[in-house]
């Protein structure tokens, strides 16, 4: 199964190419090439029909212009007069499109007793009186008992202050890691691939979920992050913890792809990568996440990069 970071590389380079297209619609050699690119891998047909189901969404592609990846070499032409048709395909194209939008979503709602939208965030009394912060586009089950704590990070991040209780240790479940601790506070990151946990007070052991293994005793001042099997220790001030709760995304030499995975909980629509080079480029600074565009854009600058806005839905990075 692909990773989720071979899943958004491939819908970058599946909207590189649509881009591309659209800016030279009559350039026989390069729909040549994207024909090519779409009958190398059946998953990049899908990431390109699904790209132009996208760009419909955002008013830039009227349905006539797009033909199948399988003819993009030589696009058949249309009769100009058929408008029930062409209403009856844009309506199943934006149908798919919400319901893939719309699913993840709707179960969340189900799933969770609490959860935030794009650029929200939201402070959770429970009722053993522990507090829990949560960030934009995240969402917890809580099950407290006369004999467990526990509370299930759906999506997105969190930051705990757990009340006391050596009696009913506090869990923090992801979908691979428990972290258990007593009283502290600390904050745990569930994204599927690269969740991590960091501690600013106390202390808390994280293991890995199905193996029940203890993967580390975490202190004030360390993070742990699991990247594709390996787990990665480091150290930081404290303070610094889910910064976050005040606005702001600290980089300390990160990858730009890695920032931009952060500002993407904070954008209502899609954010595309055109480079992966420029996505390899490390930046440092502090970053105001109430300001997604402007982050970004103080983000790409060092290196001669730039945000451009197709709708509010669609911004592309490029060089």
């Known amino acids: 199964m692909p990773t989720k970071d071979c899943a958004n590389a491939r819908r970058d380079q599946a909207l590189d190419w649509l881009l591309r297209v659209q800016q030279a619609p009559l350039d026989a050699d390069l729909r040549a090439q994207l024909t090519h690119w779409c009958a190398a891998d059946e998953a990049n047909a899908k990431a390109y029909r699904k790209a132009e189901r996208v760009w419909q969404l955002t008013g830039q592609l009227a349905p006539t212009t797009a033909a199948p990846p399988t003819t993009l070499a030589t696009p058949p032409a249309r009769p100009a007069a058929r408008p029930r048709r062409v209403r009856r395909w844009a309506a199943a194209a934006i149908a798919a499109c919400l319901v893939v939008a719309l699913a993840p979503g709707l179960l969340l709602r189900w799933q969770a007793d609490y959860r935030t939208g794009v650029g929200e965030t939201r402070d959770i009394t429970l009722s053993d009186s522990s507090v829990v912060q949560l960030d934009s586009g995240s969402a917890i089950a809580v099950d407290i008992a006369a004999n467990h704590r526990d509370v299930r990070l759906l999506a997105g991040q969190a930051f705990f202050k757990v009340m006391p209780d050596k009696r009913k240790p506090f869990h923090v479940w992801t979908q691979t890691l428990r972290v258990t601790v007593t009283g502290t506070a600390f904050n745990v990151d569930a994204t599927q691939d690269d969740p991590s946990v960091a501690v600013q007070e106390g202390s808390v052991n994280v293991a ?76 440092t600074g502090v970053y105001d996440l109430r300001k997604p565009q402007a982050a970004l854009q103080a983000v790409l600058q060092p290196y001669g990069a730039k945000v451009t806005a197709y709708s509010p839905w669609l911004l592309v990075l490029s060089r």
Do not use: C, M
């Open 208 to 283: 890995e979920r199905k193996a029940n293994r203890l993967l580390a005793s975490l202190v004030p001042g360390q993070r742990l992050q699991v990247h594709a099997g390996r787990t990665e220790l480091t150290t930081f001030a404290p303070s610094q913890t889910a910064a976050w709760r005040q606005g702001q995304l600290i980089a300390d030499d990160l990858p730009i792809s890695e920032v931009l995975s952060q500002v993407r909980r904070y954008a209502p629509g899609l954010i595309v990568l055109r480079d992966q080079q420029l996505g390899a480029q490390r930046v």
